[in-house]
């Protein structure tokens, strides 16, 4: 029978991490076709801005190269710039006159959210200005009828949710970042996350948004129309774009309203061979009020049971289970809800074919902190690798039957020269996370992995990013996943939007 005694998992903490590893240098983008800060900019800043809007070392603010490490350094330390210049501001004219200035002066700009992406795309190359998006964070209208939230691009995605809640609505997305990154960075990144399954990507719930151009206008798309066919879509082009093509200063999106009846179910299966039946068995017997369908491998839960102390079952229970499951289902009604889990558990335990029994154990969450402990665990993966060691991460889609697969060919790759090689991901979306733990970052490491993942997922005409973005990591392997056609136009788009290259250069369109 499954347990229904779990609560002892500790609630997840987002925090930046400030180290100074540094992998691959500036190069890419041609920066010295753009102009470097100089104090007359910094002094033109203070005019658009109060004082405490902008940190800098250079005249007239003379503070200290300490204050910006934060903003210099991504979330892993992998990807670290020396911008001598943060703003932080307010409003979308702030936004437009700093853009005006940069774009005349041809000053290099990095739009900035909660800078927890993956790819080192929210950090400078070089010494590119930080246009940190922290305090443009107001909710600007909400309509409870149609759930249309129109907010500044710097509100917290966790505030947002937290706005919505007493409205019983919810944000369309949810990560495990959500207590640090803005809704703006996730726009800008395309941000997956644990309910893609359900409400779908943000260029469906997106319904409209407001764009500082890379030459200061404003591109005023901030509709609240759920059907609008008038020609281009151009507010699909700034979705994923990271911030390579303006700074999105508002967003309009529509949030579903909050489910009635909510449960958690943690599942141990004694290898993956079993995980595709699960899944089949979930999506018959849940159908529509299936949310979540997320896998963890053994590496994953011991990674995380180390680092926190946590459990999700016992060990007796967990015996040498070699994959994880975590099911989340969303209705409208407990108790209807309760009989299609319970039809589900039934089959897992006794295929209607008379074979072995699916999974080991589980336990479904009875509260709603045992639903937060279970879902915890599984937020808590990343974090978790990046306590253990520096984190190479591949986020990649291949076919769900090749996820062991894949994860194994890499972990056959490395041996011995890393800790730990765990494969975690979104079932129901086809994406695969392999984090590779190493006790620092290396060349010889880097170049184990790279292009040999990418081969291994162009083989599949798989994507070399299912979530994350190209960011810097990755732009000079997008041919693995996009076709020369689809580049140079790429290309295009970028000179079309940036012709002086001033957004974040270097990331994303390879050169
Ligand atoms: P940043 O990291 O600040 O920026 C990301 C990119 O967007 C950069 O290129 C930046 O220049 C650009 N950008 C930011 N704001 C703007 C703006 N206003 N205008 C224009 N460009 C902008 N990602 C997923 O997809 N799914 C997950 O499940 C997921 N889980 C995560 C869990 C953890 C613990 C962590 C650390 C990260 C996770 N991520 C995930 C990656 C990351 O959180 C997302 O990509 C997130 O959307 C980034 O938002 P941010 O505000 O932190 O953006
Ligand atoms: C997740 O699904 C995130 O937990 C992060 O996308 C994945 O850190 C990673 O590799
Ligand atoms: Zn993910």
Redesign the pocket.
């Known amino acids: 029978m499954l347990t229904r005694s779990i609560g002892r998992l500790r609630p997840?903490v987002?925090r930046p991490l400030r180290q100074s590893a540094l992998i691959g240098q500036a190069q890419g983008r041609k920066l010295s076709t753009l102009n470097k800060l100089e104090p007359k900019d910094v002094e033109h800043f203070a005019t658009i801005l109060p004082k405490t809007s902008i940190l800098s070392t250079l005249p007239p603010i003379h503070g200290s190269a300490d204050d910006l490490d934060p903003f210099n350094s991504?979330?892993?330390g992998k990807y670290v710039g020396q911008s001598q210049c943060v703003l932080k501001p307010r409003t979308t004219e702030e936004v437009s006159k700093i853009m005006k200035w940069c774009w005349e002066r041809r000053i290099p700009v990095?739009?900035?959210?909660?800078?927890?992406?993956?790819?080192g795309?929210?950090v400078p190359i070089g010494s590119e200005v930080i246009?940190?998006?922290s305090n443009?964070n107001k909710i600007r209208t909400f309509d409870p009828i149609s759930g249309i939230l129109v907010c500044d691009?710097?509100c917290?995605?966790e505030s947002l949710s937290e706005f919505l809640d007493p409205h019983k609505h919810i944000m369309p997305?949810?990560?495990?970042?959500k207590g640090?990154?803005?809704?703006?960075?996730?726009?800008?990144?395309?941000?997956?996350?644990?309910r893609?399954l359900r409400y779908g990507s943000l260029h469906g719930t997106v319904l409209g948004l407001e764009?500082v151009l890379p030459d200061g206008r404003v591109m005023d798309q901030l509709t609240t129309l759920r059907k609008d066919n008038t020609g281009y879509d151009l507010k699909q082009l700034?979705i994923g774009?990271?911030?390579?093509?303006?700074?999105?200063?508002g967003v309009s999106i529509l949030t579903p309203a909050a489910p009635m009846a909510q449960q958690a179910i943690f599942l141990a299966l004694p290898s993956f061979a079993t995980l595709p039946k699960v899944y089949r068995a979930a999506k018959r017997h849940l159908s529509e009020i299936i949310s979540a369908f997320e896998y963890f491998d053994r590496q994953s839960y011991n990674l995380v049971s180390g680092h926190t102390g946590a459990k999700a079952l016992e060990d007796s229970e967990i015996g040498d289970s070699q994959a994880f499951v975590l099911i989340e289902t969303s209705g409208g009604d407990a108790n209807h809800d309760q009989e299609k889990v319970n039809n589900l558990l039934e089959e897992l335990y006794e295929p209607a074919d008379g074979e072995e029994a699916l999974i080991n154990s589980g336990a479904l969450s009875q509260s709603a902190d045992q639903f937060a402990s279970l879902w915890a665990f599984r937020?808590g993966i990343?974090?978790a690798a990046?306590k253990s060691g520096k984190v190479y991460k591949y986020?990649i889609s291949v076919p769900v039957s090749e996820f062991v697969n894949t994860t194994n060919r890499v972990r056959e790759r490395v041996g011995h020269k890393v800790k730990e090689v765990v494969g975690y991901g979104?079932v129901g979306d086809g994406n695969l996370h392999i984090n590779v733990i190493a006790e620092t970052y290396t060349k010889e490491i880097e170049e184990l992995l790279e292009p040999f993942i990418y081969e291994v997922v162009a083989s599949h005409r798989g994507s070399i990013s299912?979530?994350?973005?190209i960011?810097k990591m990755k732009p000079q392997h997008l041919h693995y996943s996009k076709d020369a056609v689809s580049i140079d136009l790429m290309k295009k788009i970028k000179q079309l939007f940036d012709e002086r290259g001033i957004m974040?250069p270097g990331?994303?369109v390879p050169m």
Do not use: R, Y
């Open positions: 997840h987002v991504d979330w892993m990095v739009p900035q959210g909660g800078n927890t992406g993956l790819v795309g929210s246009l940190n998006l443009m691009a710097g917290i995605l997305l949810d990560l495990g970042a640090s990154c803005q809704i703006g960075g996730n726009v800008s990144t395309n941000a997956g996350g644990l893609l764009v700034f774009a990271e911030g390579t093509l303006g700074v999105v200063t937020e990343a974090e990046g986020d979104h299912a979530e994350h973005g960011g974040n990331k994303v």
